[in-house]
């Protein structure tokens, strides 16, 4: 049975550091794409990060781009994602996700949630004084 689950959300100040983690069963990670998605209240999910299978390589939103990092640890079946220097913008449900397309697939359209199979439960992350 695939499960991926979800740890790490909370309630940090802005300019602070958050790590997102989830660990899959039932499939390894190490074969899948893995992404990191968030949704705002209102707003659509948005793709955040993204890291292919075969070649590692990774993708990151604009609006992230030095402050986030993603990586996962196959050894435990885990993917990662680090938060730094945290805004009020970053708030949101964060969810992480798997999906077995080819690299060139994610390159053209990895922050299309229709492009992964798995998803996580969503941890909701809050940037508030």
């Known amino acids: 049975q695939v499960q991926i689950a979800q740890s790490g959300g909370g309630l940090v100040q802005p300019g602070g550091s958050l790590r997102l983690s989830c660990v899959a069963s039932?499939?390894?990670?190490?074969?899948?794409?893995i992404a990191w998605f968030r949704q705002a209240p209102g707003e659509e999910r948005e793709g955040v990060s993204c890291?292919?299978?075969?070649?590692?390589?990774?993708y990151y939103a604009d609006s992230v781009k030095g402050r986030f990092t993603i990586s996962r640890d196959n050894s435990k079946n885990t993917v990662f994602l680090q938060m730094n220097s945290l805004k009020p913008e970053d708030q949101g449900v964060y969810y992480c996700a798997a999906g077995l397309g080819s690299p060139l697939l994610y390159d053209a359209s990895w922050t299309e949630a229709r492009e992964y199979d798995y998803w996580g439960q969503g941890a909701t992350v809050i940037v508030s004084s």
């Open positions: 039932g499939f390894t990670v190490g074969s899948y794409a």
């Open positions: 890291m292919t299978n075969t070649d590692g390589f990774t």
